[in-house]
Structure formats: C-alpha cells, structure tokens
C-alpha cells in the first residue's frame, strides 16, 4: 500500500512536472533547434517569393551550442567576479570600500551595452573576444550589486547567534550567511544570465557566432525568413533559461530551511 | 523582485567609517596610465593603425607637469582631515583634470597634423581614456557624497562649461574624432534628433501604457501578478530580438491594411524601434509605479479618507507626493535604459546614434564607432545626471 502511494506521489510529481512552463517551452526550444532544418523549407508561404529560407553559415544546433557557450561561460565568469567583489564588501576589511563599489555598479550601468561593444572592437578585434567582454562587464553588475544586497539583508542578530554558537567566519558564511542570501543572489544571477543572453545576441554585430548571427544577416540581406528564424529561437532560448532558474529560486527556500 | 538590467535600487550598506580612499586609488591609477599607456595614437591615415605617443611627448614637458599637479592636489585634498569645502573642491580637480586631458590631446593632434600632414589621424589613446574615466568616476562620487545641493552641482556644470567651451573652440578640430564629425555634421545631427524622437516616443509609450498597468496592479493586487509575470516574459526577449520580431507582424498589418502606409506606418523604420522601446520601458514603469504607490502607507490613506478628502484629492495630494521618488526613479532607469537600447533602432533601418556605431564596425573605422558609441554615453550620462538633479529639486529625501 505504501509503495501504491509513493507511486502516486511520483505520478503526481510528474504530471506537476509536465505543467511547469519550463518544461514545455523547452521541448519547443529543442524542437525548433533540431527541426528548424527540416521545417524551414515548408515556411515559403510566409514570406515573399524567392526569399531564401534555409540559413546555411551554421546549422541552428550549432548556433545554439556557440550561444550558450559564450554566454554559460561568461556568465560563470562573472558570477564569480562579482561575488567575490560582493563577499569582500561584506566583510569587515571590505566594508570600507562597499559604498564606492556600489557607485561605480551604477555608473557602469548607464552605459549602454551595445557601445560597450563597439568600443571594446579597436582593442580586441572583432569576434567572441569583444562579445565575452561585455558579456562578463554586463554580467558582474547584477550580481554584485544582489550578493551585496543579500548578504546584508542577513539580521545581526542572526549573525551574532551564530558567532555565539562558535561559527568559525568561514562556517559562518557557508551555513548561514550564503543560504540565507541565496534568494537575492539566485535573482541577480537570474538577470545576469538574461542580460548576457541579450548582449550575446547583439554581440554578432561584432562577428560573435550566436543566434543573433541570421537575425543581422537576414537584416542587412533583407531576408525575413532568417529574422524569424534567428528571433523565435533566441527568444524562446532566453524563457527557457530564465524559467529554469526560476526554478530552481522556488526550490531553493526549502533546501536554505 | 526583478528590475530589467538589474537595476535594483540601490540597497542600504552597512558600511564602516574609514579613509576616503576612491580619490587617492583613482590618482594613483591615473598617473600609472600616464606613465604607461599612449595618451594619444597617431595614424598614418584613416583606417591603418597607429603608434602610442605618451603625455610627456604629446603635451611637452609644461603639459604633464599641469597634469601631475592636479592628481596631487586631488590626492593630498584626499588625505587632508575633513572639512567643508572638501569635497567640492575634489570635484572641481576632476573636472580640470578632464577637461585639461581633452584640451592636450586636442593641442597634440593640431601639433602632428601641422608636422606630418592632412591624412595623418590622432586619436585619443588608453593613457587618456584613464585619465577621463578617473575624472568621471571622481566626480560622480563626490556629486553622491557630498550632501548640500549647490555643492554637489557646482562640480558637475563647471565641468560641463568647460566642456562644452572646449568643443566649441575648435581647438579640438584635428582630432580624429573632430574630423570624422566634421565630414558627417549635418548627419550626426540629424542622426542626434532621430535618437532622442525614438527614445521619446518609446519612453512616451511606456510611460502612459506602463502607468496604466502599474495602477491597475495597485488597484487590484490580485491580478498584479500574473501581468507581471507577462511582463517579465517580454523583458527576457532579447533586445535585439524584439526589434526584429515586430517587423514581420508591423508589415503584414499594413500589408492588409493599406491605410496605414499612408500614415507613414512601415514593418521596417521607426515604427517598430518605437513599438519595441515602449514595450522595454512596460515593466521598469508598470512596476516603479505599483512599487511607488504601494509603499505609501495605507494608514496615511485612511487618515487621508478620514479627514474627507475626495479620492481625486488623495490622489494629488496624498499619493502622488509620497509616491514621488520613487516614480521618479523610475523614469531616470527607464529613460537611460531606452537611451543605449534605441541605439539597436539602427539595425531596422530607423536610424539614430547606432548608425554610426553599425556603419563604422562595418567600415571597421574605429573612430566613427568611437563617434557614436561615445555620444549614446554622454546622452545616457546626461539625461541620468538632470533627472537626479531635478529629484533633488524636487523631493527632499530622493528614494533608496
């Protein structure tokens, strides 16, 4: 009897599982990535006679593999620069310098991106080089500014609890400090990541190889079957993704309990 | 809680007192870039490549003294005990060091094009890149800290005076920057007013769509969120995928429906930059307004009732005001962001400052995407620095 009920929870957990969101506009996602090949022939209707509607530079798998590369791997980049810079301005021989941390966040953040990218064009060519630049620029500011946030977010009172109980600082900051701030930090690393999607995007104006590549090419080739294929793949990339850690933030606060 | 481009406001810090040491860091990495960087690049022609010319060749021995004695005094202000005029004087070092920084590379690029001829090009180099941003970040910092109105203004429009007089002196003409605006003046400004139409338009948009919603969110918090979470789907679009993604839609409507087309309605130009710039602005605004007017306490809007105000009168005299910075932090995000996203607009064929950045990555001419790239900056810089001023103005306590 007992097993008929795990049975159930597992069935019940399953079919909670197939309504997620993420589930669903992620089978989408994949489908068009490995499909977009196949289908694209069929799609002649939509599109004005004698439009060419099969990208040949790259294959859409292989956009998808190069996007995610270089926005997964920047994002990792970032994600430990800032948090770094974020543990530093929380503790105390950092404090100091955590206003001015903060200052230099918001400035940065009124530059716009897509003339960070250009300028970083002169020094490092054009490419992937320039693109991650921005990209780990870009995304350091989210989390910095959510790993500051967080960490401070955490009462004092809890703090001296756990100096009370002979936490170690270190201790301190694994078992209460991060799991505590684990909420804020995950958002700021939900924006980072969808932030460095969106630069990856733009960063094909500079050569970078991702699924903004058949959007400028279908843009300056006047062919709309490239946009349309570039844009609903990258859009349902970047929903998927942020779904995904959307996620993983509901499930963390009964882990962090 | 989720602001697009993670701009959350600024979370209180438990900061300690300590030694002002920005100045002093940003003084010290100035004059290492001085030391070693090129402080401006000089180029056979438009397109080859240069060689770094350091500050003390560029600007002679009398220039890089000038420039040494004002990081001095900015680091000696720095280590000085408090005192009342500190910081307005910091700011007032960084602007001479910023503008002093342009006014020598300009001598310089009027000194090499005298010497070596009208093709050769100088542009400014790292060692002056440095040294500008140091200004900047030195005098953002000290517009911050410094607590009385006047002081924190004085710093910023002196720097500004001298900037602008500085550009319209001529004396900066041979710079390569100068020429390649001189050639394209009429463009750059036609390109400048086509930046700030989108950008108002977009912003205009998503000011009356945005506040509609965030009202509506406020009104009935049950329906709040799942707008939101709509919302939210739209601002994960990658940026360059929204513009894209309306021209199809925007072409088959006018396709059916000629009429538009006489409107001056096309798949392809402002129409949807601007559709795509409003939909950007929806979230910052919708949620800055839900934020702004649920933080007014509802007590205040009891007490509000109680004393028989009408409902219109709450709202001008009760939430409006309580609600101010907050919604005026709003717009300042929401204006910035549309300004460095309106420079996409280009790539759909509705111009604005990205031409230059597109046609000059195109070209591969480092200094018409120099051109463009650097005047979204100053925009952005611009209208970020006059809405703080006009929330100073305006509310007393500007929001956290």
């Not at chain 2, 680091?75 to 960084?94: D, E, K, S």
């Not at chain 2, 001298?162 to 390109?191: C, F, H, M, N």
């Amino acid at each position: 009897m007992r097993r008929a009920a795990a049975r159930r929870a597992a069935g019940l957990a399953a079919g909670r599982l197939a309504r997620r969101p993420v589930v669903w506009v992620g089978a989408v996602f994949l489908g068009l990535t490995f499909g977009m090949g196949t289908l694209a022939p069929y799609l002649g209707f939509l599109f004005p006679a004698g439009t060419r509607l099969v990208y040949t530079r790259a294959s859409f798998p292989e956009l998808v593999a190069s996007h995610a590369l270089l926005t997964g791997a920047a994002s990792l980049i970032a994600i430990a620069i800032g948090l770094a810079a974020a543990l530093f301005a929380t503790r105390p021989t950092g404090r100091p310098y955590a206003a001015t941390l903060d200052r230099l966040g918001a400035l940065a953040q009124t530059f716009p991106p897509v003339a960070v990218l250009a300028l970083a064009v002169p020094s490092l060519g054009y490419g992937a080089l320039p693109t991650a630049f921005a990209l780990v620029l870009y995304g350091v500011l989210p989390v910095l500014g959510a790993g500051m946030a967080g960490l401070s977010s955490v009462p004092a009172a809890v703090l001296e609890a756990a100096d009370g109980t002979g936490f170690s600082p270190a201790g301190r900051l694994w078992r209460i400090e991060l799991p505590l701030a684990a909420p804020i930090l995950l958002a700021g690393i939900r924006t980072s990541v969808t932030i460095g999607i969106g630069t990856a995007t733009i960063g094909s104006t500079v050569g970078a190889l991702t699924l903004g590549s058949p959007i400028i090419d279908g843009l300056s080739g006047d062919n709309p079957a490239f946009v349309l294929q570039g844009t609903v793949l990258v859009a349902l990339f970047a929903v998927t993704v942020d779904l995904a850690i959307g996620e993983a933030q509901r499930a963390l606060p009964q882990r962090a309990r | 809680m989720r602001l697009p481009a993670g701009r959350e406001p600024a979370p209180t810090l438990r900061t300690g007192a300590g030694l002002d040491i920005l100045p002093l860091l940003i003084s010290a990495f100035a004059l290492a870039a001085l030391l070693l960087g090129g402080f401006v690049v000089v180029a056979p022609n438009r397109l080859l490549s240069g060689t770094p010319l350091s500050l003390w060749h560029a600007a002679g021995p009398g220039g890089a003294a000038t420039m040494l004695a004002i990081l001095g005094a900015i680091a000696l202000l720095a280590v000085c005990p408090a005192f009342r005029f500190q910081r307005v004087l910091i700011g007032l070092a960084a602007g001479a060091l910023m503008v002093l920084a342009l006014a020598l590379a300009g001598m310089a690029a009027s000194e090499q094009a005298a010497a070596a001829g009208r093709l050769t090009r100088v542009s400014l180099g790292a060692g002056f890149w440095t040294l500008f941003l140091a200004g900047l970040l030195l005098l953002a910092d000290c517009a911050e800290r410094e607590p009385r109105r006047a002081g924190k203004a004085l710093p910023l429009l002196a720097t500004l005076i001298g900037l602008a007089a500085l550009l319209t002196s001529g004396r900066l003409a041979q710079l390569s920057l100068a020429r390649e605006y001189a050639v394209r003046q009429q463009a750059y400004w036609d390109e400048l007013v086509r930046h700030l139409e989108l950008t108002g338009a977009g912003l205009a948009l998503a000011l009356v769509a945005g506040g509609a919603i965030g009202l509506m969110a406020y009104r009935r918090p049950r329906r709040a969120g799942p707008v939101f979470a709509v919302l939210n789907i739209v601002q994960t679009i990658p940026s360059l995928a929204l513009f894209a993604l309306l021209i199809g839609p925007i072409t088959l409507l006018t396709g059916l429906l000629p009429g538009l087309r006489q409107l001056g309605i096309s798949g392809i130009g402002p129409t949807p930059a601007i559709l795509a710039l409003g939909l950007y602005g929806l979230l910052p605004v919708a949620r800055g307004v839900h934020a702004g007017l649920s933080a007014v306490p509802n007590t205040v809007v009891e007490a509000a009732l109680g004393m028989g105000m009408t409902r219109r009168q709450i709202v001008h005299n009760t939430l409006i005001p309580l609600a101010l910075p907050t919604l005026l932090q709003t717009l300042r995000l929401t204006l910035v962001q549309l300004i460095g996203l309106a420079v996409l607009a280009a790539l759909i064929g509705a111009g604005g400052l990205g031409a230059f950045i597109f046609q000059g990555l195109g070209q591969t001419a480092a200094d018409l995407v120099l051109l463009g790239a650097l005047s979204a900056i100053a925009l952005a810089l611009l209208a970020d620095t006059a809405l703080r001023g006009l929330t100073l103005f305006l509310v007393r306590r500007p929001a956290q």
